[in-house]
């Protein structure tokens, strides 16, 4: 299973942009990248999944480039309520992964 | 609709006992997924179920954990002679796989677990 590395943490303060990167350099051909979003005392949440190229919903975008080897998620114009740990995985669309990892805490400042 | 649930909220044990979490998924999931979160840590998977399928225990980290799910629904995970490295928060997921369909996990709220 592809092993991914994300930064450990990140700070922004509110009202700007946030890119958390992910890298996957193993990535196997049939691997799909998700994110969640965990909250303190709450489980993980869903936020994106793409295979290539550019996803977007109504929380975030996630940037996957031509070599699959990393993926970057995007969350536009942050606010304080989006201080939370955001994790990447990797792996095959018919048998989620389960290797969430540490994540990246992320903490908006005002 | 109902999301995963998961009982006790918290558990407080001593050393050495037994405990037993439950978990309730989505109805219609035919995934159900454990994990433990220690403090400040991310998620460590424990043990995943789909269907009538053999479990896939490979996250399990001794002998004194094991899980079960009766009837394709309900899960619960016990712990045996629970140690204070044990103390964690253990949560739940399910999903449901259906071809050509992202398999969001959705997880519940958590078991704390204290081993005092």
């Known amino acids: 299973l592809a092993k991914t590395t994300q930064p450990i943490s990140m700070d922004s303060y509110e009202g700007q942009e946030v890119n958390i990167t992910c890298s996957h350099n193993?990535?196997?051909?049939?691997?799909?990248i998700t994110w969640y979003q965990q909250f303190p005392s709450q489980g993980p949440r869903f936020i994106i999944q793409?295979?290539?190229t550019k996803v977007t919903n109504e929380v975030a975008s996630l940037f996957i480039p031509a070599d699959r080897k990393s993926s970057t998620l995007s969350l536009p114009r942050v606010s304080l309520s989006d201080t939370a740990v955001y994790y990447c995985?990797?792996?095959?669309?018919?048998?989620?992964?389960?290797?969430f990892g540490a994540g990246t805490r992320l903490t908006v400042k005002p | 609709g109902a999301g995963v649930s998961q009982s006790p909220s918290n558990k407080v044990t001593e050393k050495g006992k037994d405990v037993e979490l439950r978990c309730d998924p989505i109805?219609?999931?035919?995934?159900l997924y454990w994990y433990r979160q220690s403090l400040g840590q991310g998620l460590e998977f424990l043990i995943y179920?789909?269907?009538?399928?053999?479990?896939?225990k490979s996250g399990l980290p001794s002998d004194r954990f094991s899980a079960e799910r009766t009837g394709g629904s309900v899960s619960t995970l016990t712990i045996q002679r629970t140690q204070q490295e044990d103390s964690a928060v253990y949560l739940c997921?399910?999903?449901?796989?259906?071809?050509?369909?992202?398999?969001?996990?959705?997880f519940g709220p958590g078991t704390r677990l204290t081993v005092l």
């Open positions: 109805s219609g999931h035919t995934a």
């Open positions: 179920f789909q269907g009538n399928s053999a479990p896939d």
């Open positions: 995985l990797v792996g095959d669309r018919r048998n989620n992964d389960m290797r």
């Open positions: 793409g295979y290539k």
């Open positions: 193993n990535i196997a051909t049939n691997d799909y």
């Open positions: 997921a399910s999903s449901l796989r259906v071809s050509g369909r992202i398999n969001e996990q959705f």
